[in-house]
Each structure stands twice: as C-alpha cells, then as structure tokens.
C-alpha cells in the first residue's frame, strides 16, 4: 500500500461525516441559506491569506526542485485563483476585499492558521498540515461534481475543485506524500499521519463553523 492509502483509510470517517454535513449538503441542493454562504466565502478569503504564506514557508524548505516548484506555484495559485473566485462571490454580497479588514478571523479560522503555521517550519510536518486542505476539498469537489447544483454559485465553488486542474494539483501532491513515506520512517510516518487527521478535523470544522455563523463568545 502507498502511505496515500494508510493516510485515507484513518480519515475516511471525517471525510464521512465531511460529506453529509449540511453546509455540504447545501450547496448540493441549493438550500444553503445566503448569510452562511457569505460567511464562509469571507472566512476563507482570511484563510486564504495565511494559508499561502504557509505553502511559500513550505516551499522553501523543500528538499527537491519538484517540491519546491510545486509548493512555490501553489502559493502563487491560492492569490491568483482561489482568490479571484472568492472576489466574485463577495462582488455578489455588495462587498469588495477592503470590506473584509473589518471581519476579524472566525476561532476555527484562527486556529486552523496557527496549526498549519506551529507546523511549517518542518517540511514533512508543513506537508501534513496543509494535505487536508487539498484533498478533502477534492474529494468533496468530485463526489458534487457528479450531481452538480442548481444555484450557480454553488456550482461555481464544486467546479473549482472538483475540476481536472485541481484534481491533477492534488494527484502531484499526493507523489509527493507517497515519497515522503517512504523516507521519513515509521516515527515520522506516525507524526505526518496525527498532522493529517487533525487537519481533517479543521476542515470539518470550517464548513461547521460557516454553518454555525461562528463568532468569538467573549
């Protein structure tokens, strides 16, 4: 088995439990209520900015030219893609990206960045941290994609990510996981596979807190 297949076989049950929240299963059938829509929208765009600086800090602790490569054009890409796709959903809120220096980060936004930042300065660590990222989104965006959404948006945001580009981003992250494996010994191995579920756990957590229009309680 490749370590892919070990690292999946122990987060299955969040991908699980990832698949039939209701922030999930609204964009689906188009039931997802507008003002939790936008919270989340606004709430990744904040992610976002840290979580590039999270994949250049990765980046420059990459051991090969193909990971370095592959972290540094990501980091470019979350600016240049995600980016964009979140400046169009804002535009449909009546809202521009200098609104958004008024929207402290969520406590799960918050958190979710300074895991992924307490990891970065490892390689094999910063790789754990931000996998979860990537591949929960893709499988969520392939298992949509196949029924698709009757609201644009909704289907905009499924496209995204569970489109052949993205597919393909992550297929090159994986490889590079794969390797990882292989090198980092059964301690490291151990350590990458704890890094990995508790960013499962975050990403659960995401949608959950869109859901829940998480605000700090005091």
Not at 119 to 147: F, H, K, M, P
Not at 181 to 210: H, K, N, P, T
Request: with cysteine; net charge negative.
């Amino acid at each position: 088995m490749a370590f892919r297949d070990d690292l999946w076989a122990v987060a299955e049950p969040i991908y699980q439990k990832t698949l039939v929240h209701p922030f999930v299963t609204g964009l689906l059938d188009a039931t997802l209520p507008d003002d939790r829509f936008r919270y989340y929208v606004v709430q990744d765009y904040r992610y976002l900015q840290g979580f590039s600086r999270t994949l250049a800090q990765i980046a420059s602790n990459a051991p090969s030219d193909v990971e370095l490569q592959f972290f540094a054009s990501s980091a470019a890409n979350v600016v240049d893609v995600e980016h964009q796709l979140h400046k169009a959903f804002l535009a449909g809120f009546g809202m521009t990206t200098a609104d958004l220096n008024l929207v402290s980060p969520s406590p799960t936004t918050s958190g979710y960045l300074d895991f992924m930042r307490a990891n970065a300065s490892d390689y094999a660590d910063g790789v754990a941290a931000v996998l979860a990222c990537y591949w929960i989104y893709r499988e969520v965006g392939v298992t949509l994609l196949r029924q698709g959404s009757p609201d644009a948006r909704f289907q905009r945001w499924i496209h995204t990510y569970g489109e052949e580009a993205f597919v393909e981003t992550v297929e090159r992250l994986l490889t590079i996981v794969d390797h990882l494996g292989e090198v980092i010994g059964s301690l490291g191995r151990a350590r990458f596979q704890q890094l990995w579920l508790r960013g499962c756990q975050y990403e659960w957590l995401f949608f959950d807190a869109a859901w829940r229009t998480e605000t700090w309680s005091i």
